[in-house]
């Protein structure tokens, strides 16, 4: 009844001045982007949406401007150069109001690209290792393309859709993107420590990926009852889930069970969990919607950086005037770990770059972007400690960010910050 067609043909449909959605992270459907992509030639004013993708982008070649416009509701290092190319757009907005764009129309989708797994005994196939958006781009859009992979995990939760609801689809067999962490540094290692510290016993946890992250879980391993309720969720939680130190089993919404809107890791992490009904995937605007998010007691909320301000101003999309990543969900988490019943709101990251300047500043760079408001943050950790910023005054929060900066930087920031004040 249902029959796959070739990936030439599949895209066919795709027709100058539409606008186009793709599925996310490491679901990002290769082989139909390729063949959209072949076809630049043919295609003008294409718009082509989407939140970070992993993998190849090359619709978002310059070369290519006339024929597509990439429109990036976050910034991966695959798109990042179209800003300033000229061939790309960012629009800011929270994670958990990505879905809310496609369905109340504010922006509407001609052609979702997706990527799933083969259909079981009954037809339904799953959205594997990325549901965010994809549900809502799938109701809204004209016209849905699929690509049938062997190779993506069956998962659990909101990601299930019947064959049906596919306009075509071709059938693909190649690897999930997979995206491998170093090993920590001793700074990381330090920063992993502290927060570590700041974990109680059957808390949940929301963290990304990168080695900060994984320098933590690497410390829970003699914590209990711990829960998981993460926008996404990568390798480093599959040992302690092994070990009963992740069981869920004191958290206020789905207990019992991991919860997540993507995945991003290795092999390991998606053979754990096909068809693995512990790890639930939902939608984002429901994983980081922040009245569901605050109903998990102990609520930890881990968010990484760019640079902090003495007020406790938080940039993380963007190194001065240049967009580098997204808003993403670290506001969504934010608030709600602090609004959580014994919640902490940490944002971690090393006192300085790799290039010795500091991430502790007095001031923001110019056209740098306030992702996390002074207000919103609780807690800030570097290698050199850690800051409560909570119900703490501007002047008492100068000294405790000044206390985990790098002892190098220290007289520099506070001689500024006399000098302006």
Do not use: W
Not at 29 to 36: G, S, T, V, Y
Not at 372 to 396: P, S
Request: net charge negative.
């Amino acid at each position: 009844m249902y029959k796959s067609v070739s990936v030439e043909e599949a895209v066919k449909i795709i027709k100058s001045n539409d606008r186009i959605y793709i599925q996310a992270a490491a679901a990002a459907p290769q082989a139909l982007i390729k063949a959209m992509t072949a076809r630049s030639d043919e295609l003008r004013n294409v718009e082509v949406c989407h939140l970070h993708t992993e993998g190849e982008a090359p619709y978002a070649d310059p070369k290519l401007k006339d024929s597509f416009h990439v429109n990036s509701f976050f910034l991966g290092a695959n798109v990042r150069h179209t800003l300033q190319a000229g061939n790309g757009s960012y629009t800011p907005v929270f994670l958990s109001e990505v879905p809310i764009l496609f369905k109340r129309n504010i922006i509407d989708i001609d052609v979702t690209l997706i990527q799933v797994s083969p259909p079981d005994k009954h037809g339904y196939c799953s959205l594997g290792t990325t549901v965010m958006a994809t549900l809502a781009a799938i109701e809204n859009a004209n016209h849905v393309i699929a690509q049938i992979n062997p190779q993506m995990p069956r998962t659990h939760g909101a990601g299930i859709i019947h064959i049906s609801e596919l306009d075509s689809f071709v059938e693909v067999n190649e690897p999930i993107f997979e995206i491998n962490i170093p090993e920590t540094t001793v700074v990381e290692d330090k920063i992993g420590g502290y927060i570590a510290e700041l974990i109680d016993d059957r808390s949940t946890l929301q963290m990304g990926i990168g080695n900060i992250p994984n320098a933590v879980l690497q410390r829970l391993g003699n914590h209990k009852d711990l829960g998981l309720h993460s926008e996404m969720i990568s390798d480093g939680v599959v040992d302690l889930i092994l070990k009963d130190v992740i069981n869920g089993n004191y958290k206020g919404v789905n207990r019992g069970r991991a919860m997540a809107t993507f995945l991003l890791g290795t092999r390991k992490l998606y053979d754990y969990v096909d068809d693995n009904p512990f790890i639930e995937m939902r939608t984002a605007d429901y994983v980081n919607d922040v009245a569901i998010i605050r109903k998990n007691p102990k609520m930890i909320a881990i968010n990484s950086a760019v640079e902090v301000d003495l007020t406790g101003q938080v940039c993380a999309d963007s190194i001065g005037t240049k967009l580098y990543s997204g808003v993403g969900g670290q506001v969504d988490f934010i608030r709600g770990a602090s609004l959580s019943e014994g919640g902490k709101a940490i944002i971690a990251l090393p006192s300085t770059t790799k290039k010795g300047i500091s991430r502790i500043v007095p001031y923001l760079k110019r056209g740098a972007g306030v992702v996390t408001t002074r207000a919103n943050v609780h807690y800030v950790v570097t290698e050199y400690g850690v800051a409560n910023l909570y119900g703490k005054t501007l002047e008492q929060r100068e000294k405790a960010l000044l206390n985990i900066s790098h002892p190098n930087h220290r007289e520099a920031i506070e001689r500024e910050m006399f000098e302006n004040r």
